[in-house]
């Protein structure tokens, strides 16, 4: 490591949609930066794992930390989503994770950045250690608006839940919150609330968005009295040292130019059987190309549906010529860049936003959880594609029709105001992209610590 430069150790939390952006500012701080990063094992999900191995084979620079977290009889939460359980054990295992970690790095660290999800255990250790300590929140500005202001909203609203006015910026309503805020006890409310209050009291909060893509999001957190809010984006995906060669390039690469609609739901967002069937005739009686990525469960080593059960017999072989359906995992930026996608039905989940924004490819948005909802309604705004606002998500038992997405997808590969309008944003985003953006920011204050 080169003694001249900042050292930088990053503590990602669990989730692609956490890992992946951890990965990525890792990768660009790698060449301002010494890095470590800490591997938190065993991860939930075999794309978790997987991308860990590729990361740290394709940058040998960046020092890799593996902490094990104690064995957990999973039988005595089998309800609760793997990913909050996993984010809460984090949180109580912060000093032990904290201290290998001071112990593994191979120098004097200069300054922590931690997921947000893990904000509210590891500040307080940095605190008290006298490290700087930064916040990496892994969606929109728009939800970190929302985010920063929920526990002044709760605290005047401690029972029940309703549109969310944020002063001086937007009303959030209150079917665009995430299903476990409508709870005020279930541990989501409570984790967010802890790590929004402890999150104000860090050097910093790094965001992945860009000034022109959400100005006014921006403009209201830096108003408010708080951290600086650095907004580094679009953060470029990681080059990984694998080969992309598969099927679905290869037939990507039979299809004309903008022709294909590519559908993702995200790697934890799993769609109810029905709603699947109804989206697959609804691709079919569209009458575009597409490419189909399914998943029927939040965590990838459960998924062990066969598509012609969830697709009905005769469906892959009547769409055949134009279509292709995949359960596996594929680097979504790879095919976003590819020059025969088109169009992107996407949940709305901040990295696959983000993606199709540096492309410049136009989105139809059906959020189904979490963020999603602020983040399409970021998607309309910018003009980055369409949203159809009363499509159902999770909780919500009402069906989107075939006839419904087939019009929508039909509207958004056809209208060329909207690619258009998508293209200005991705040569907006490709302009942000320079290496004076707010990534020199942050390493600037990092050096500052050194």
């Known amino acids: 490591m080169d003694p001249s430069r900042p050292h930088v150790a990053l503590l990602p939390s669990s989730g692609m949609g956490h890992l992946i952006p951890v990965t990525r500012l890792a990768a660009s701080l790698s060449d301002l930066c010494n890095v470590t990063m800490i591997s938190i094992l065993p991860t939930v999900s075999t794309a978790e794992s997987h991308h860990f191995t590729d990361f740290f084979n394709s940058y040998p620079k960046i020092h890799p930390v593996n902490f094990q977290l104690p064995p957990l009889d999973s039988s005595a939460h089998r309800n609760v989503d793997p990913f909050f359980l996993r984010w809460a054990r984090i949180r109580e295992s912060a000093s032990d994770i904290f201290s290998h970690l001071l112990k593994s790095a191979p120098s004097p660290i200069s300054a922590i950045v931690t997921d947000i999800a893990a904000a509210s255990a590891i500040l307080p250790l940095s605190r008290s250690n006298g490290i700087p300590c930064y916040v990496l929140f892994t969606s929109s500005a728009a939800m970190l608006s929302f985010f920063k202001y929920f526990p002044t909203y709760q605290g005047s609203n401690p029972v029940s839940i309703g549109n969310v006015e944020i002063p ?208 399409a309604d970021v998607v309309a705004r910018s003009g980055l594609g369409l949203w159809p606002e009363e499509w159902s998500w999770e909780g919500e038992e009402s069906l989107v029709t075939a006839a419904e997405i087939s019009n929508r997808v039909k509207e958004m590969m056809a209208d060329e105001n909207i690619l258009k309008s998508a293209q200005k944003v991705g040569e907006a985003a490709q302009s942000a992209a320079r290496p004076d953006n707010g990534l020199e920011e942050l390493v600037r204050k990092l050096k500052g610590f050194n």
């Open 168 to 375: 001086g910026l937007r009303t959030v309503p209150v079917a665009s919150l995430p299903r476990p805020l409508h709870d005020p006890s279930h541990s989501f409310t409570q984790s967010l609330i802890g790590n929004s209050l402890s999150m104000v009291k860090s050097d910093g909060i790094i965001v992945n968005t860009f000034e022109s893509f959400e100005p006014d999001s921006l403009a209201w957190l830096r108003g408010e009295q708080s951290p600086p809010v650095i907004a580094v984006g679009p953060l470029p995906p990681v080059k990984l040292a694998i080969s992309t060669v598969s099927t679905v390039f290869t037939w990507l690469d039979e299809q004309s130019e903008r022709s294909v609609v590519y559908i993702s739901f995200g790697s934890r967002t799993a769609m109810s059987k029905e709603q699947i069937k109804e989206l697959g005739l609804g691709l079919e009686a569209s009458g575009c190309r597409f490419l189909w990525v399914i998943k029927t469960s939040m965590v990838d080593t459960e998924d062990r549906t066969e598509l012609n059960q969830l697709l009905g017999e005769g469906f892959l072989e009547r769409v055949k010529e134009r279509g292709l359906v995949t359960k596996g995992w594929v680097e979504q930026d790879e095919v976003l860049r590819h020059k025969a996608v088109g169009g992107f039905l996407s949940h709305c989940g901040w990295n696959s936003v983000t993606e199709a924004a540096i492309y410049g490819v136009r989105v139809l948005a059906w959020p189904r959880l979490g963020d999603q909802r602020i983040n």
